[in-house]
């Protein structure tokens, strides 16, 4: 079936420089050189793909009909694991991308975050020009199976200097997905944005933090030296989850945490408490509770409450984060109470054009402070409108692309469309016959059926161990893929560029030490799965080798009515 497309290749090729010598219809303008090399690229790498496939199919098995098509689930049903291969002595186990895509003990991987602003006001008196924001470098560090540390320096630039600070150094043991023991200095487990928002501004959707958490601020204490639990709660669909943290309290000066020490003999405690609904997939909602006394000066002594809450729909067709604390202050001296609350609400919506490129948001946010509050001076209200973008995806275009543009003629620029359009088509005439996805894991992986929901959490990286002894270990083939697309489409529910950074944004959060392994064909999927224990890959059915374990979903193998991989 490919080689009949060759033909219109070679026509196409010949004929688009009379085409495009013919005067133009619109004035539409001409597409992106250097995006049509790159989709030519892809679409070259699925073709030679496909085509490696027929030839092992034409070699290894007889020519199956729509019989044999449709008993594929059959087949698997009788199989109890995984179906009847065609010899396979030619892709043999390669100890390199074994060795690759296991993880290294010790390994360090080094990233980092940095901003450039610019800004200017109508103010008498004021300075518009550029400043350098925070440069931040994260430092994550599997030390054993069970072992990780992460670290977090930021260089902040002052008048004369740059300040350095330390605002994360964790030492983290995880026994299973329910208990996870962690110390040092963390983000404070109050409410959503101060854990899910670290110091890397393009992780989050706004250009600033809200007042309540702002870095720098007093509202709630942002870091917190100590220990914390962490982990999951066995809830079934409720998707329960829970932080405890005791430590040192706020130091004298409100806005430090305590890193040399705490300000009396009083320890700081903290409790979260959140539900992530398996049916309503994008949910969180939480609770925390943070409790302190504070020595603001020598003799003054406050006990400090704090209570929050929060919901979250982090789908972003719509996003929505809405958060509410109150803090209240008890003099210890005279029994007066005081008491400070605080909210923000967040709307924001992904625009579905440019690649979904651009999220217009919304935020409005409130803090109200008693007038006779002895302990702080903070109050304020904001409303903030703005509309960010994504230029990740441009980077490439900026000046090679117009280059390009000013130096292609027009028969050139006819040839690379017509040349894409039937690349295009093939790969779609190919993938039309493609089978079910299967889920493949090591043979030792104690678990034969997962439903879709669990499936989600498993590749979520919200479930990280099969049990206490094996951790999961992901594997997601490389872009273009249609096993990737699938994955993206049905699990994560996420375009390719929301799904690199929400893997980015999990492992600066010390909660993963590693991305998935990426992986570039099917037969190294199965070769990896049954070579490591806990691995777990996505691959076409048809190309399921023996020493793996195929999965059911939902109670479905792939080839059976509702399999929802496909």
Same mark, same amino acid.
């Given at each position: 079936m490919l080689s009949r497309l060759l033909p219109l290749l070679l026509v196409s090729l010949v004929t688009s420089p009379l085409l495009a010598q013919s005067p133009p219809q619109s004035a539409e303008p001409e597409p992106s050189i250097q995006g049509l090399l790159d989709r030519v690229e892809q679409l070259e790498k699925r073709i030679a793909e496909l085509e490696d496939h027929e030839r092992k199919q034409a070699t290894t098995t007889p020519p199956a009909d729509s019989s044999s098509q449709t008993g594929a689930g059959s087949k698997l049903v009788e199989a109890g694991a995984s179906p009847a291969p065609a010899s396979h002595s030619e892709?043999?186990?390669?100890?390199?991308?074994?060795?690759?895509?296991?993880?290294?003990?010790?390994?360090?991987q080094i990233r980092g975050f940095g901003d450039v602003d610019f800004s200017a006001t109508d103010q008498k008196g004021s300075v518009s020009g550029f400043d350098l924001g925070q440069f931040v470098l994260h430092l994550a560090s599997p030390l054993s199976q069970k072992v990780s540390y992460f670290g977090e320096v930021s260089f902040t630039a002052q008048p004369n200097t740059y300040e350095?600070?330390?605002?994360?150094?964790?030492?983290?043991?995880?026994?299973n997905d329910y208990f996870k023991m962690s110390f040092g200095k963390y983000h404070t487990p109050i409410g959503y944005w101060n854990t899910a928002f670290h110091h890397g501004a393009w992780l989050q959707t706004t250009i600033a933090r809200p007042q309540m958490v702002k870095f720098g601020g007093t509202f709630i204490p942002v870091h917190f030296v100590g220990l914390q639990a962490e982990g999951n709660i066995p809830s079934g669909a409720l998707g329960l989850g829970y932080n405890l943290g005791i430590g040192n309290g706020r130091n004298s000066m409100f806005s430090r945490a305590g890193d040399s020490g705490d300000a009396n003999d009083n320890r700081a405690w903290v409790a979260n408490l959140f539900a992530r609904p398996t049916r309503v997939y994008g949910l969180e909602v939480g609770g925390s509770y943070y409790r302190d006394k504070?020595?603001?000066?020598?003799?003054?002594?406050?006990?400090?409450?704090? /209570?929050? /809450?929060?919901?979250?729909?982090?789908?972003?067709? !719509?996003? %929505?984060?809405?958060?509410?604390?109150?803090?209240?202050?008890?003099? %210890?001296?005279?029994?007066?109470?005081?008491n400070t609350t605080s909210y923000y609400v967040q709307l924001a +919506?992904?625009?579905?054009?440019?690649?979904?490129?651009?999220? !217009? +948001?919304?935020?409005?946010? +409130?803090?109200?402070? !008693?007038?006779?509050?002895?302990?702080?001076?903070?109050?304020?209200?904001?409303?903030?409108?703005d509309l960010v973008g994504s230029l990740v995806g441009f980077s490439r275009l900026r000046s090679p692309s117009k280059c390009a543009m000013r130096a292609c003629s027009k028969p050139a620029c006819g040839i690379l469309l017509l040349g894409w359009i039937c690349l295009s088509c093939a790969v779609m005439a190919a993938q039309s016959h493609d089978g079910d996805v299967a889920i493949v894991v090591h043979p030792d992986t104690p678990v034969n059926n997962l439903t879709l929901a669990e499936v989600r959490?498993?590749? %979520?990286?919200?479930?990280?161990?099969?049990?206490?002894?094996?951790?999961?270990?992901?594997?997601?083939?490389?872009?273009?893929a249609r096993e990737r697309n699938v994955v993206l489409k049905t699990i994560y529910q996420m375009s390719e560029s929301q799904f690199k950074q929400y893997w980015i944004a999990k492992i600066f959060r010390a909660e993963s030490a590693t991305a998935p392994k990426v992986v570039y064909?099917?037969?190294?999927?199965?070769? %990896?799965?049954? /070579?490591?224990?806990?691995?777990i890959a996505l691959t076409d059915v048809r190309e399921v080798r023996p020493g793996t374990k195929v999965i059911r979903v939902d109670g479905r193998l792939p080839g059976e009515p509702g399999y929802p991989l496909r």
């Open positions: 892709h043999t186990g390669s100890a390199t991308e074994e060795r690759e895509a296991q993880i290294h003990y010790p390994s360090l350095v600070n330390v605002e994360r150094t964790i030492i983290r043991y995880d026994y504070l020595t603001p000066n020598p003799g003054a002594n406050f006990d400090e409450w704090i /209570a929050s /809450a929060y919901v979250v729909w982090n789908k972003q067709r !719509p996003e %929505l984060l809405a958060e509410y604390a109150n803090v209240h202050h008890r003099d %210890l001296q005279t029994s007066q109470t005081f +919506y992904r625009l579905p054009w440019q690649e979904d490129k651009w999220k !217009p +948001y919304y935020r409005f946010e +409130y803090i109200h402070r !008693p007038g006779v509050e002895p302990v702080w001076d903070i109050t304020g209200t904001a409303s903030v409108v959490k498993v590749f %979520l990286g919200e479930r990280q161990y099969w049990n206490a002894n094996i951790p999961v270990v992901l594997l997601i083939r490389a872009p273009v064909s099917n037969d190294m999927a199965n070769e %990896l799965a049954s /070579a490591i224990p806990g691995a």
